[in-house]
């Protein structure tokens, strides 16, 4: 086994076997934590996100559950931000006229 295939997983590396490890977090293993963000409210999933912040500013390891987080919040925000019954939809309106004083 050469360096090359050490480092970016080649066919005789053993990070690239099927065995893979279970993640555990506070809401059981990674596959629990996914199914319970989908059902969280937004005050819980930002009260983990700001669990995974402090642990982050201790320890500088971002841990499993922070990407599942933050593409829920983004996921939530967007059908929030696309269902606002004030949002202009014409694409040729300027944000910027909506600021003007005239």
Not at 9 to 25: E, L, R, Y
Not at 50 to 75: A, F, I, V
């Amino acid at each position: 086994m050469g360096l090359f295939d050490m480092l970016f997983g080649g066919a005789n590396n053993a990070s690239s076997s099927n065995s893979k490890k279970a993640v555990m977090t506070d809401h059981g293993t990674l596959d629990q934590f996914k199914e319970w963000a989908k059902t969280a409210t937004k005050e819980e999933l930002s009260e983990e996100l700001e669990k995974n912040r402090q642990r982050y500013l201790r320890t500088g390891d971002r841990g499993p559950t922070e990407s599942t987080l933050q593409k829920e919040m983004y996921k939530r925000l967007e059908e929030e931000a696309k269902n606002d019954p004030y949002r202009n939809t014409d694409p040729n309106y300027r944000w910027t006229d909506k600021n003007r004083w005239e």
